[in-house]
């Protein structure tokens, strides 16, 4: 996939002519243009993979970081997910979640947030639930990798298990 950073639609899913550098200090993910050590227009090429699968997640739909992966035929969960710690301010970081449906610790409100306004299906939390925070119905909100896409009509590959 071409190199898209630079103008990657925003993590509250409008498009612009801002950058993903703009946007990540916006989010606070990053401070003077640097991640990890790296310039951020220095993406590593396993990172704008993963941000560019993370694009085309629908909204009101989710993906395992399992799932991003297996479509991407490379890397583990545990990559994934470290590049959605490191890059993932800029795009829809909350359509890319844990496996049993749990909302990001540290992050649970802002997601929630996300998942109402896109109508997400949630299962609601039980009153034993810590914090009575609901969780993803994962069976209902998964996303196959391919079907009513934002990028439907690419071919994308292969297709993520549901």
Not at 116 to 123: A, Y
């Amino acid at each position: 996939m071409g190199r898209m950073s630079q103008h990657r639609t925003s993590g509250d899913g409008t498009s612009g002519d801002r950058t993903i550098h703009d946007r990540a200090i916006d989010e606070g993910a990053i401070d003077d243009g640097v991640i990890d050590g790296r310039a951020v227009d220095e993406l590593p090429e396993y990172a704008e993979r993963v941000l560019d699968v993370t694009e085309l997640i629908p909204p009101g739909r989710v993906m395992t970081y399992g799932d991003v992966a297996e479509w991407l035929g490379d890397g583990g969960p545990r990559q994934v997910g470290r590049v959605m710690a490191l890059y993932g301010a800029a795009v829809p970081w909350w359509r890319v979640v844990r496996a049993d449906g749990a909302l990001l610790p540290g992050h649970e409100l802002r997601a929630l947030g996300h998942y109402r306004e896109e109508s997400t299906p949630l299962r609601e939390a039980s009153r034993s639930a810590e914090g009575h925070l609901p969780r993803l119905d994962m069976k209902r909100a998964r996303w196959d990798g391919v079907t009513g896409g934002a990028g439907a009509g690419r071919d994308k590959g292969g297709g993520a298990h549901t």
